[in-house]
């Protein structure tokens, strides 16, 4: 890559505003919500139209400038880092809500568009955009996209890509391409616009989106439990969902809770601690199917299989419930934090979390490790905090040391690396853990014919 970006001659293109070489816009824009990297970008863009991108890749690609897209940088792959001098492209100017279809309904939207502001629009319109995260308040549309981030409903609602009708790209050629055009039924040829989902940046930058809405859910009850052992997590699981309408089931674990108490004040919903917790929230049928629930509940409670249970009295009282669990991001971000976010069929989440368990516990006890999860959907979220008398490199090299492992047992459980938060920089060196070689060499080559000149997000993934 050149060592010396012309800038200049991005003038025709961009105006002086949208292009920034201030100390603190680096910092800003060169990262995402990874702790582990120091970003070193060379400058950010921001701009505002497709036709702006898409002069900005014929640009890189005329001077061998490696652009790194980003989004609202909520990523905890490191896939929005821009370590080597690249030039970061930031899609947070193309904000804009660009049409709605209440026959579908769908709405088309820039990248840019924050989660929470599409899940609004959705809102002021009678409709529901079930997509949602944490980082809802910051995340944007075309990061998600890129993602094919989950989050905490899709148990009942699926991946980001599952609401994807439409998609507008700037390939690495500096070809725009505007895939699927929010057709709900379309059998011509390869659907590309699944390679651009989920591709982190390294075959095109997303643009514009169509995006499917569907009715708003009934009532919603939110329920936390209190077990004491991983092995009843999936029990409780199977059973609850035989009588529920479940928008979620997600747990956590006493590690986990003690860092929401301890490092957001947050108050235990029981009276002591329970060594593990599960939320679960459900769409209200009626106060017969109510009954049945509670009838669960009891019989559960009385078989020793559930030690505590609250159900939430009212709105606030969700929120604050959902806190729990959505706000342990902050609650562990205290020290740096080294993420595994791995996935094994439905099934298998019993055996795997006991072997997890028993490995974690044996090879790294002097280890704090943090659980939690969308368990309902096979994946976990572990940990590993690093602990104030080790440094930064002693601790990295011993969470790689937990990395073989682990990934050696998702590999034997035939699970994924990375469920959800991507493969980036972090999970780079394990993809063949998930990935057949064949895969992988067919990625590449899908790679080089969307970015021949390795000009997007160059270094990521593989
Ligand atoms: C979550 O489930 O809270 C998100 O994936 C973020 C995280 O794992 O920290
Ligand atoms: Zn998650």
Redesign the pocket.
Known sequence: MAKKIPLQKLSRILKPAQISQDPQDLDIYGRDWTDLYQPHPSAILFPETTKQVQGIVQWALKNKVALVPSGGRTG?SAGAFALHGEVVVSLAKMNKVLHFDATEPSVQVQAGVITENLQNFAASKGFYYPVD???RGSSQIGGNIATNA???KVLRYGMTRQWVTGLQVVTGNGDILDLNKGLIKNASGYDLRHLFIGSEGTLGIITEATIALCPPPRDLQVVVLGLSSLEMIMTVFEKIRDVAQLTAY?MWTDAAQRCSREQLGYADPFKQSMPFYVLFEYEKQGPENDEKILDLIERLSSQGVIQDAVLSQNSQQDRAFWKL??D??EA?SHRP?Y?N?VSVRVSQVPQFLVTIDQMIKKDYPDFSVVW???IGDG?L?I?ILQPESMDVKTFLKRCHGVDKALFKAIEDFGGSISA??GVGLVKKPYLKHSRSKAEISAMKALKAIFDPGGILNPGKIF
Do not use: M
Request: glycine residues 12%.
């Open positions: 905890l995260f944490a980082s989950g989050g905490i997600e669990r959505e342990l991001t562990t934090c993420k976010d939690f999860g969308h994946n979220h940990n959800e938060h």
